[in-house]
């Protein structure tokens, strides 16, 4: 990464102590932005970005803030080059028709550097992908690489043994960020590498917060203090959209990811919400929803906010009224649409539901796209396909791809040139949870539950809307 552009575009005041397991090695030698390791800096939560040799203003024991290395990837090593390819074909099967362009030129490429092997797409549109990719993969020694959804549809192949494990692979350990890997695993298994992360993180105005000298929010009592300070100033401090629920519960990834001490024990306290084994007035459930209470009554939310539709949200941020767009990643490309001035002035930053600033979990990724090989593929074929994604996972291959879609992926050693891509890559070296919201296999169950928090918003009393959800689930269930 360049030094002018690392030092000002790639730094992001992280929301929460960092991340990841840094070691402090003093030595002279610059890295990424071009800061010193060991040496004195000022702002901790500043990072360099996501390369291998990204650094992080990090307290160390002598409590003095110096650049201290981030260790993104399963490994201390540095990525590895592509593997070579034998001669002969494969398909590569997805589901993004949009993405047809920029893979064309990178299987270009793929196949200049390997001779005799050819690699052809196969897409198809996503529904006819969900529902009869895999059944044709299986009898198709040519479908070496397939790509999966997050979900149901990578657990429906990992069950059926369709996808090679990838656990011991160098590509899997050392060019990919550990953090991002979990939409992969299945039974402590690498089977499949996500492509592409998408953020469930609020957006923030880079420009109204520096203009206001405020410090993005640590933890829940952080925000409640700038929820009061925004709206004093003239704000509406978060331009949450309470008509809309698929947007408006963005933020329950963030209420939910600290809920529990370990994923395991998260997850089934999901799951038992989830099949009616318990209420939602249970007192996870009901601390949780306090939460929003509590936000709701520090004036975060707008005025009417069950009446805020997504359009009327995304003006509020995209006008300047609001500092804060509490979505995620994949809203900033329509706020631009909006405002063009908007490019290159927004940020990402974690949404910590806990007073805790060491909490298990800083932030949301949510992982897809899942690279994985055919098991059912020919020995040779799927020998190519071990090249390919190596290719994909190399740190030039996945900056033209992610510059060229305009999406954040998984990789090290990605240079960003879109602003926006920069200005929010920091946050990968936040303690990510894989968004816990789709966790939640019954959509009615979750609809309603979303709906309770969303009437507290709206003024409800907790124990009232978490009551009178727990009924309409109870009925739901039978």
Request: hydrophobic share 40%; with cysteine; aromatic share 8%.
């Amino acid at each position: 990464m360049k030094k002018e552009m690392g030092a000002k575009t790639f730094k992001l005041m992280i929301a929460g102590l960092f991340a990841i397991s840094a070691t402090i090695v003093p030595v002279t030698a610059s890295f990424a932005a071009g800061e010193a390791l060991g040496t004195k800096c000022t702002t901790e939560g500043e990072s360099t970005g996501t390369k291998s040799t990204s650094l992080v203003c990090k307290e160390n024991k002598s409590g003095r803030l110096v650049w201290a290395k981030v260790k993104l990837s399963d490994s201390n090593l540095s990525p590895i080059k592509p593997l070579r390819a034998p001669r002969g074909s494969i398909e590569f099967w997805h589901w993004r028709a949009e993405d047809k362009a920029i893979f064309d030129k990178i299987i270009a490429d793929f196949q200049d550097l390997n001779p005799g092997v050819k690699v052809t797409q196969v897409i198809s549109n996503s529904s006819d992908y969900t529902n009869t990719a895999l059944n044709k993969v299986q009898s198709n020694p040519k479908a070496a690489v397939v790509t999966t959804f997050r979900g149901s549809q990578f657990n429906q192949a990992a069950t059926a043994g369709l996808l090679k494990d990838l656990s011991n692979e160098q590509f899997a350990k050392r060019n990919v960020i550990k953090s991002m890997m979990g939409a992969g695993q299945y039974k402590g298994k690498q089977l499949g590498i996500p492509y592409q992360s998408l953020f469930n993180n609020p957006v923030y105005n880079i420009e109204i917060f520096k203009k206001e000298g405020w410090k993005l929010p640590k933890k829940f009592s952080d925000w409640i203090s700038y929820c009061k300070t925004a709206k004093a100033a003239g704000y509406v401090p978060m331009a949450w959209m309470g008509a809309f629920r698929p947007q408006a519960l963005q933020i329950i990834n963030s209420s939910l990811m600290n809920t529990a001490s370990t994923d395991a024990q998260l997850n089934a306290q999901i799951a038992a919400i989830d099949t009616g084994k318990d209420a939602i007035t249970i007192k996870w459930v009901k601390d949780m929803a306090e939460k929003y209470a509590d936000l709701r009554d520090a004036g975060c939310f707008p005025d009417n906010p069950k009446g805020v539709t997504e359009a009327a949200g995304n003006t509020l941020f995209a006008t300047g009224k609001s500092p804060i767009l509490p979505t995620g990643s994949f809203s900033m490309g329509g706020i631009v649409k909006l405002n063009e001035k908007m490019d290159g002035n927004m940020g990402l930053t974690g949404f910590n539901f806990t007073d805790d600033v060491n909490a298990r979990y800083t932030g949301i990724t949510n992982n897809t796209f899942i690279l994985g090989i055919n098991s059912k593929a020919g020995r040779t074929e799927q020998r190519i396909a071990r090249a390919f994604i190596s290719y994909l996972v190399n740190g030039e291959v996945a900056t033209a791809y992610a510059n060229g879609t305009k999406q954040h992926v998984t990789v090290l050693d990605v240079e960003y040139t879109d602003s926006n891509l920069r200005n929010t890559a920091s946050i990968m070296s936040e303690r990510l949870v894989l968004a816990p919201r789709f966790t939640f296999l019954n959509q009615g169950v979750r609809d309603i539950l979303e709906d309770a928090l969303i009437a507290i918003v709206g003024g409800e009393t907790v124990d009232k809307a978490l009551e009178e959800g727990a009924k309409l689930i109870k009925q739901k269930l039978g």
